[in-house]
């Protein structure tokens, strides 16, 4: 592993880059965009995150929002809605408290198998079974691990992407509490088939607990020989956890290869892609935690059996965050294919205290709405991108009449104003143009013509020429937001 130089690490300039690099957290009111969906619920609380600096976007407590970091919240509703589960069958009822227990409900045994095999067969099964990547682009995993594979460079990397900075997604949170053991094992199945000695596992700030059950984790992987020298059928494996320090950018790939590189948590231009030029400049996997996480069944059941889950190009299963507007907020596992309907309606209950469903937002800030005549849309990723929607991480946050399209265009516009990492002109200068703009109409409560003319401008600017997912998002959600209600928002 290449040692950085002390002067790289805790720069003032660094530092300077995060929310929450120095301090440890305080008391914090969420302001995610779930929580902001269900303030009708306890606007006294929500109003607190309001006036809350630095501010905190998302602290994973979507089921119990509005919420606040030192609120008493029990688990989540945890639950299973497809015929086989791959992610939460051993979780359903409780947590996985310690390593004995994983390995009495057949844990581990996936790792063993792994290590019988060759690396380049573990990869056939993954780019058989179809898997695509859970952190919201859906590039299909096992072509990944293969372009990592096929460097020529002898050190590779492997990082974990637990940063989870989506509003109304807990769905990686509830994986690192309930079973890191899982989480573990699949990451290290990727290193071994990817040739990997070292795992970053990256964890955010506001999710202490789930630090907490990873570093539990890891260290018992660790006394059971599993981590470490010649751990790897006589290859080494170290894994290293990393703490977030407050950054929504910062879970974008090439911006965490950064941070954990001790610089700025900036996206980097692709070409190269992580796989050939990522973490110190050697090739470098990015799994999302959910991804990682059906590694295991992958193995132990075939990459065909997994391929048989799901639908068109969305295979396997997928888990689902509800947030608190539903009647029954929680994480499902649903298999691909599901209709919107059923997912509101069957699975989420419906809206408490009876609210009629204004829209849905799936996939986190920067994702088109859901209208009421688009439920009958099938979860899938195509299927989602078909109505300028996304699927994202699978965080569903519905909203109800409370919320006017000019009150979203707000909350977003100035989400991503605040969270904007300024490297790029198009997002750094658009997403303050827009707040202008917005603040500026805020009293009205609408859009002049003139003022959604420039909005539209700016907005197409972002979406086509910003440098990373964050512009390109905001730009897209902006205008998604404005064509679906137009009648709404300008007149
Ligand atoms: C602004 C931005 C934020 C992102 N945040 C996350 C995140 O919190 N967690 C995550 O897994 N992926 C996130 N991603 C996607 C990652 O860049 C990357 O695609 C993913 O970690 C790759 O893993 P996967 O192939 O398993 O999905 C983000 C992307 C962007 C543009
Ligand atoms: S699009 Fe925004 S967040 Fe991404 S690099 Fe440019 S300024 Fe930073």
Request: net charge positive.
């Amino acid at each position: 592993m290449v040692s950085l130089p002390q002067i790289l690490i805790k720069r003032p300039e660094v530092d300077s880059f995060y929310t929450f690099s120095t301090v440890e957290l305080p008391e914090q009111y969420c302001r995610g965009l779930a929580c902001f969906a269900s303030r009708s619920l306890n606007e006294k609380i929500f109003s607190k995150s309001k006036v809350q600096i630095p501010r905190t976007y998302c602290l994973g407590f979507c089921y119990a929002g509005p919420s606040y970091s030192k609120g008493y919240y029990k688990r989540p509703i945890i639950d299973i809605k497809t015929k086989k589960s791959v992610l939460l069958k051993d979780i359903v009822k409780d947590r996985i408290y310690d390593i004995e227990q994983y390995i009495s409900l057949d844990g581990l045994s996936a790792l063993k198998k792994a290590l019988n095999m060759e690396p380049i067969d573990i990869i056939k099964e993954v780019k058989e079974s179809g898997l695509r990547g859970r952190g919201g682009a859906y590039f299909p995993t096992g072509l990944k691990w293969e372009s990592a594979y096929n460097q020529r460079e002898e050190e590779r990397y492997l990082i974990i992407n637990g940063d989870e900075g989506d509003a109304g997604a807990y769905i990686d949170k509830v994986l690192m509490e309930d079973n890191p053991y899982l989480v573990i094992e699949g990451a290290l199945i990727a290193a071994y088939a990817i040739g990997a000695k070292t795992i970053y596992i990256y964890v955010r700030k506001e999710y202490p607990f789930a630090y907490e059950t990873m570093k539990k984790a890891i260290n018992e992987f660790k006394n059971k020989g599993l981590i470490g020298t010649n751990a790897l059928k006589g290859r080494s494996i170290n894994i290293i956890l990393e703490k977030g320090k407050g950054s929504y950018v910062v879970g974008e790939e090439t911006a965490m290869i950064n941070a954990i590189m001790g610089l700025r948590g900036e996206p980097r231009a692709r070409p190269p892609y992580p796989t050939e030029l990522g973490l110190f400049n050697k090739p470098t996997v990015v799994n999302n935690v959910e991804t990682i996480s059906n590694i295991p069944w992958i193995i132990k059941n075939s990459g065909k059996s997994y391929y048989e889950l799901g639908f068109n190009k969305s295979r396997g299963t997928k888990l689902i965050s509800l947030n608190n507007l539903f009647n029954k907020p929680g994480v499902y596992e649903v298999e691909f294919g599901i209709s919107l309907n059923e997912i509101v309606y069957n699975i989420g209950d419906g809206l408490k205290n009876n609210l009629p469903l204004k829209m849905l937002i799936i996939g986190g800030p920067l994702a088109g709405p859901i209208l009421p005549n688009e439920l009958d849309t099938k979860l899938g990723v195509e299927e989602l991108r078909n109505i300028n929607a996304s699927l994202g991480h699978g965080n569903i946050i519905a909203f109800s009449n409370d919320t006017t399209a000019f009150d979203l265009l707000y909350e977003i516009i100035d989400f991503a104003a605040y969270e904007s990492c300024g490297k790029c002109f198009p997002c750094r200068f658009g997403t303050q143009s827009l707040l202008s703009i917005v603040e500026n109409a805020k009293k009205r409560g609408y859009f002049t013509k003139e003022e959604s003319n420039s909005i539209e401008r700016i907005a197409r600017v972002m979406k086509s020429q910003s440098l990373c997912g964050h512009g390109v998002g905001t730009g897209d959600a902006v205008l998604s937001i404005i064509n679906k209600l137009r009648d709404e928002v300008v007149k």
